[in-house]
């Protein structure tokens, strides 16, 4: 059986050991050795990567009490090989899995809630905990204190328990499995079950962040980062916000000001550039119902949007009795409409007649738009509408 080297000596980077066995699975080699630094993937925390000789380890699992190592090469068997993980990967593993714990015992400190889910990403990691939500003043109060608690650099201590020995703990939450039991104690603080790595002292997390919460299925999912992930979010935000204050001349103070005032003035804007499409589609209308004197006005536009030949058919229906057929070449998309006036349901005969053109849409009885793959169809489709309307 391979020697943990990830529980006896959890700061191990590097080593020499022998190849105990190789055996093939398909186009890759799982190799065991007789001491292992590579934490295999379990309890929430991904496993660890790195080279046993010149092969890269691509994936690290435990079956039956063993460890196995996949790499894409045959090595050979009795071999003393030396053995490097990628420790930034594993310390990272290390900050995120011990930040859970203590922010998990915090959560229950100050509020009682649980954690019933533990999730460690790439980008950042989650906890799901039985809150119906998690107010802007409880998160202050939570990271206030788990970074305390990491300036007090209190020590953690990892060690195996029997089941009986267990029974006389006071963990966070007790295990479903049998001995040996491992647990992890953050002095004062925190009492668990867990087969993970974890660091020594709570000061080498350096800081814990909560990114945002979210609700999920009656709980509250917490995105959090540790130590030097925390470091990279803080830099680029810090450099979004600096190059927000440089794009406005102001300061990094009133960045929000400024972009609640943008706000403000382009929704204003924006109002007063829908009065005047208003107006514009009303005169365009006029002369559009002046220069189409038949029932159907079909008009093929090239270039403008499908918003606004929509805009302009509802200005021509408030003055004229009319089966609008408009479509654009900017979008291969066509609308339909009428004012009530015309003895045609726009939407049922879109369901009967536009798949045959290979078109997508639907509509009410007054109006109906399509969108189709290739200007051909499209026009294709506006043909067959007006002559199967014939008016």
């Known amino acids: 059986m ?11 980077k590097e080593w020499e050991t022998t190849i105990t066995k190789v055996e093939k699975v398909d186009d ?3 190799v ?14 991904p496993y660890d990567t790195g080279t046993i000789g010149s092969l890269d380890v691509v994936d690290v699992f435990e079956r039956d009490g063993e460890v196995f190592h996949k790499v894409t090469s045959e090595p050979a068997t009795d071999t003393v090989v030396h053995c490097k993980i990628d420790w930034n990967r594993r310390f990272d593993h290390t900050q995120q899995h011990t930040g859970q714990h203590l922010l998990s015992a915090v959560l229950i400190e100050l509020f009682d809630y649980q954690t019933v889910s533990f999730h460690l990403g790439t980008d950042s990691t989650t906890i799901d905990v039985t809150a119906q939500e998690l107010t802007e003043q409880e998160i202050i109060q939570v990271e206030e204190m788990v970074n305390q608690y990491i300036y007090d650099n209190k020590q953690i201590n990892t060690y195996f328990v029997t089941k009986e020995e267990m029974e006389a703990l006071r963990l966070r939450k007790t295990p479903d499995v049998t001995e040996p039991i491992r647990i992890v104690e953050i002095e ?7 087969c993970g790595t974890h660091i020594n002292q709570t000061g080498e997390l350096g800081i814990i962040k909560i990114i945002k919460t979210e609700k999920q299925k009656g709980n509250v999912r917490i995105h959090f980062k540790c130590g030097k992930r925390a470091l990279v979010d803080y830099q680029q935000s810090s450099k979004l916000i600096g190059e927000l204050a440089y794009y406005i001349s102001g300061t990094r103070e009133n960045v929000m000001n400024h972009l609640v005032k943008i706000e403000s003035e382009n929704k204003q804007l924006q109002k007063q550039m829908e009065l005047l499409k208003e107006e514009n589609h ?13 029932p159907i006005m079909f008009i093929h536009f090239d270039d403008i949007s499908f918003k606004e030949i929509q805009g302009l ?7 004229a009795d009319k089966l609008v057929i408009f479509t654009t070449a900017n979008e291969n998309k066509l609308f339909v409409a009428h004012n009530g006036s015309i003895n045609l349901h726009c939407g049922k005969f879109f369901k009967q007649e536009l798949a045959a053109f290979q078109g997508k849409g639907g509509g009410n009885a007054n109006s109906a738009q399509a969108g189709f793959s290739n200007a051909n169809d499209m026009k294709k489709f506006a043909t067959y509408l007006r002559e199967k309307v014939g008016l």
Request: charged share 20%; net charge negative.
């Open 188 to 194: 004062g603080i925190d009492l668990s079950a867990c």
């Open 2 to 12: 391979t020697k943990k080297l990830y529980y006896s000596d959890p700061t191990c």
């Open 282 to 294: 009303h005169y365009q209308a006029l002369q559009l119902v002046q220069e189409h004197t038949s």
């Open 28 to 30: 890759s080699y799982l």
């Open 32 to 45: 065991t050795l007789k001491e292992t630094a590579f934490y295999p993937e379990g309890g929430g925390q």
């Open 313 to 319: 058919a509802r200005a021509v229906l408030k003055d």
